[in-house]
């Protein structure tokens, strides 16, 4: 303590230095935690868009024919259609699931796998979502995983 006064006290100007070294370190962190902001709320955002998509893809493909005998069973292949198109048409993505905002990328969905059973009806799509740094010295790409699943169980 007694050798930081003694820098503030300094008349050859290394209390300026200690100063900026000092307001470099709160700017630096506060970039930090406002970017960690905007990352979570971004993966929160995409995956509740997910999580529509996937819902809804698995109550448009249910097969009601089946519904009338007590049993739950959908069609899987209409199930992944529906969910592309609501990717690109709700979500707005390109056909490489890119998400752009002034000819700029937001952020990428790596879609690893998706699964879909008839009976019962369950519908999971595994990936990670991609996307950079708003502030140029956090570079690198940010890749965050995600599992979203839904299923239409019947409880009689």
Do not use: C, W
Not at 20 to 33: E, K, Q
Not at 67 to 89: G, P
Request: zero cysteines.
């Amino acid at each position: 303590m007694d050798q930081a006064l003694q820098i503030l006290k300094s008349k050859k100007g290394d209390a300026i230095f200690f100063i900026f070294m000092i307001m470099f370190v709160i700017l630096t962190l506060s970039a930090m935690i406002i970017e960690y902001f905007r990352i979570d709320s971004l993966y929160q955002q995409v995956e509740y868009e997910l999580q529509r998509g996937v819902n809804s893809s698995v109550e448009y493909a249910m097969l009601d024919q089946y519904r009338r005998d007590d049993a739950a069973k959908m069609d899987s292949a209409i199930a992944e259609q529906e969910l592309y198109d609501y990717l690109n048409h709700s979500m707005e993505l390109d056909q490489e699931l890119d998400k752009n905002f002034d000819n700029k990328l937001v952020y990428q969905l790596d879609i690893q796998s998706i699964t879909a059973t008839e009976a019962p009806p369950r519908l999971t799509i595994e990936g990670q979502l991609k996307t950079r740094s708003t502030f140029s010295f956090l570079t690198g790409e940010i890749r965050l995983p995600f599992s979203i699943s839904s299923s239409n169980n019947r409880i009689d």
